[in-house]
């Protein structure tokens, strides 16, 4: 089966730098995204990366290797308004439409 | 533009009761997607479509029934709710195909089923 693992919480710092992992068993896929969830709100897009290496948005980079089977989120210069859940995420490539997230990390950031 | 779109927000329902779960997006998307998610858990894909005029079971299918009206609209419907389908339910929907596939989310529905 298809099944993407996250850590289940990370804490860390305000003003620190926070590594969220995801590892995946997957037969094919386009690419890995990530989404922000808050409590009690509806997951936000975040970030992609359709190709190997690392992409940069902001405080947020993302990174994909697809020979280590492993992605992970970079969170920079934390803030307190980071605490949320991340989810890792693929759209399948075996010719349906379907997305498949990961187990969810809940990040939790202390003053 | 609003986005994706749900009703109701909450919903208490009895054991045995049916009731449909309605969600539509102005956004001109072909793919839409429905999602439970438990407390602490991650989303598991109920149903999506593709495109409009097809369906495709997900993950945890079971208990559960989806109509695409239009390109528009998506529903869920639960014909005989039982306490283990209380939960959080999302629809999103995505321009499959272009670029990340970026899945918007609505708020949600939050479902008790008593």
């Known amino acids: 089966g298809q099944s993407l693992e996250q850590p289940s919480e990370v804490t860390a710092v305000e003003g620190a730098i926070v590594q969220i992992n995801c590892t995946y068993q997957?037969?094919?896929?386009?690419?890995l995204s990530w989404y922000q969830q808050h409590d009690g709100g509806a997951p936000t897009f975040l970030s992609y990366n359709a190709l190997d290496g690392l992409e940069e948005t902001g405080r947020f980079s993302s990174f994909l290797s697809r020979s280590d089977s492993y992605g992970y989120l970079l969170l920079q210069e934390l803030q307190m308004k980071d605490s949320a859940s991340y989810f890792c995420a693929v759209r399948d490539q075996s010719g349906t439409y379907k997305y498949i997230f990961g187990t969810g990390t809940r990040l939790k950031v202390l003053a | 533009n609003a986005g994706v779109t749900q009703t109701p927000k909450f919903q208490v329902l009895k054991t045995g009761q049916s009731m449909t779960l309605q969600c539509a997006q102005d956004m001109n998307h072909n793919s839409m997607y429905w999602y439970r998610q438990d407390p602490g858990m991650g989303l598991r894909l109920i149903y999506y479509?593709?495109?409009?005029?097809?369906?495709d079971k997900g993950e945890v299918p079971n208990g559960y029934n989806v109509s695409r009206l239009n390109k528009r609209e998506f529903s869920l419907r639960l014909e005989s709710a039982a306490p283990s389908q209380t939960s959080v339910y999302f629809c999103?929907?995505?321009?499959?195909?272009?670029?990340?596939?970026?899945?918007?989310f609505g708020p949600g529905t939050r479902l008790t089923v008593l």
């Open positions: 999103a929907s995505s321009e499959t195909g272009q670029g990340p596939d970026t899945q918007y």
């Open positions: 479509s593709a495109s409009e005029g097809t369906t």
């Open positions: 997957t037969s094919g896929f386009y690419g």
